[in-house]
Structure formats: C-alpha cells, structure tokens
C-alpha cells in the first residue's frame, strides 16, 4: 500500500511565523503536490514537483514556497505565516508509470491555525 | 485548463435512499475521472477511478459511477446510503498532462 505522512496532524502558529510542512511517501513515485483546502473552495493546487530539486507553481504559490531535495520528502514552507493561510494542507503523490492510471494518494492532512 | 462542477455543495439523503452527487467536466479528450471521498479531519480516499473500457465503474463501500461521454457526465451512485456514508465527496479529472483539477466538494448528509 501507497502511505503518504504528513509530519504534523494539527498545528498552531503566530502570525510572522515561518512554518514548514513536511511530507512523506513510500513508493517511490516520481510526482508530489501541495493542495490547501478550504470550505466551499474545494483543493486549490498550492506547488508540485515531478522530480528531485524540481517544482513548479499551482493555482496559488503566492506566499509559499517548497523544497524537494529527496525524492521521497516534498516540503511545504510559509515564510512569514498570516492568518490567511490558516487551513487545511494536503499532501499528495502520484506515478508517472501508467500502471496507476493518474491516480493521486494523498497523506492525512495538517491543519494549521495561524493567530 | 479544464473545469469540474458538482452541482450540489451540500445533500441530504435518508438512511436507505439513494444516493445521486453529479460531476460535469469539461474536456475534448478523454480524460481519467475519479471521486475521492474525504472523513472528518482525514485525508482524501479514493473512491472508484474511470480510464477505458467499461463505462460504469464499481468502487469501494458499493458505491458505482458511469462516464457519460456525451453528457460529459461522471455521476456517483449508491442505491442504499448507510450512516457510515456521511462524508465530503470530490470529483476530479485527470487530463493526459497529468495536471489534476477538483471538484469543489459535495458534502453527503445521511439522516436517520
């Protein structure tokens, strides 16, 4: 079974903070997303990155950055946490290999609250 | 850039009912389809996925779902919902560059 782990279930900072969330998967794919979810907006792209050292902006990067330096590890950073940011982060991992037809596996979620 | 709607942010059905939460999109190609369902305060979970061959797709906990090409359809069905359905649903389409575009959400009430 694919697992994706987020580092952090719950998580509470204050405004200025920098904040990073982690993310981890074990089977090996190729590809990794950041989402932030929010009621009535549904999972808005955040980044994503189809390699090592690679990435590239989703819908919103604006206020993010991430870094993936390991094929296994994609990390979400907020440089100076605002209370707009506060939501739910999910993490994601996807094959390039046919074999799973596109299909995401996505970890537990953290749920930051920014004061 | 493709578009998903589910029509319908928020259903509610009886225990025993019939479960019906729509999803359009819009392609020209063929995409892959999917729903995913998302618990409380959990991860999203993938429900059932639609790629060639068989237009009605069976997936986990009897729920089922057929693309409707003309229509541009993938609606997800469940003859009888149980309490334990009670959930956030997304539609999602995946199109051959593999970007992922969502659905914003249904949110399933089963009452009792």
């Known amino acids: 079974d694919v697992k994706v782990t987020q580092s952090s279930r719950y998580l509470v900072k204050r405004t200025g903070e920098k904040v990073f969330l982690e993310c981890v998967q074990d089977?090996?794919?190729?590809?990794m997303f950041w989402y932030r979810q929010d009621p009535g907006l549904g999972l808005r792209l955040i980044y994503f990155?189809?390699?090592?050292?690679?990435?590239e902006k989703g819908d919103i990067p604006e206020g993010y950055s991430v870094s993936r330096e390991k094929k296994e590890r994609f990390s979400l950073i907020l440089e100076s946490a605002s209370t707009n940011q506060t939501s739910m982060y999910l993490c994601?991992?996807?094959?390039?290999?046919?074999?799973?037809?596109?299909?995401?596996?996505f970890g537990p979620g953290t749920r930051l609250t920014v004061l | 850039a493709q578009s998903v709607t589910q029509l319908g942010s928020h259903v509610s059905v009886s225990e025993g009912a019939l479960v019906l939460l729509r999803c359009n999109y819009s392609?020209?190609?063929?995409?892959?389809l999917f729903w995913y369902v998302q618990y409380p305060n959990q991860g999203l979970q993938l429900l059932l996925k639609?790629?060639?061959?068989?237009?009605l797709v069976k997936g986990i906990n009897g729920f089922e779902a057929e693309f409707k090409k003309s229509e541009t359809s993938f609606h997800l069905t469940k003859p009888s919902a149980h309490m334990s359905d009670a959930a956030e649903y997304f539609c999602?389409?995946?199109?051959?560059?593999?970007?992922?575009?969502f659905g914003t959400g249904t949110s399933l009430t089963v009452i009792p």
């Open positions: 994601a991992s996807k094959t390039t290999s046919a074999s799973q037809n596109g299909e995401q596996f």
């Open positions: 089977m090996d794919h190729e590809n």
């Open positions: 990155s189809y390699d090592v050292k690679m990435k």
């Open positions: 392609s020209s190609v063929p995409p892959y």
């Open positions: 639609y790629t060639t061959g068989a237009t």
């Open positions: 999602a389409v995946s199109d051959p560059g593999n970007q992922f575009y």
